[in-house]
């Protein structure tokens, strides 16, 4: 399984960015995809994580509104569009893949990881 993330850069605050997750020798249709973020000094957010096979989404409430999730099954590929940026959003933001639903959005519950893209927002 390889999930290899795009699109990640510097960007002015209230600008948008789209990240793109590609995935590859995975279930695409089964899986539960996630967007996680981090920063230096403390551990793993959860973004948005979607379900392909119920269509279940959680959002993170202080993101809700501004990124967005989604995906498309035909290219195996997931999406975080992220718009109204702020500074607090920098962050290194990597894809994750695993199964079952999703009740929320916690990085223990991933099995596969992607290597992360860098997102700076400048003020």
């Known amino acids: 399984v390889q999930l290899v993330e795009s699109g990640g850069g510097l960007v002015q605050a209230g600008g948008s960015l789209r990240l793109s997750c590609a995935a590859s020798?995975?279930?695409?249709?089964?899986?539960?995809i996630g967007w996680f973020r981090q920063v230096p000094g403390k551990g793993r957010e959860g973004v948005s994580c979607f379900s392909n096979s119920d269509g279940a989404t959680f959002t993170d409430a202080p993101v809700r509104g501004r990124l967005t999730i989604s995906s498309d099954n035909a290219n195996d590929t997931v999406y975080l569009q992220m718009n109204s940026l702020r500074s607090e959003d920098t962050a290194v933001y990597s894809c994750?893949?695993?199964?079952?639903?999703?009740?929320?959005?916690?990085?223990?519950?991933?099995?596969?990881w992607g290597q992360g893209t860098q997102v700076t927002v400048s003020s």
């Open positions: 020798g995975l279930n695409f249709a089964n899986a539960v």
């Open positions: 994750a893949a695993g199964w079952g639903t999703v009740g929320g959005c916690f990085p223990e519950e991933f099995v596969y």
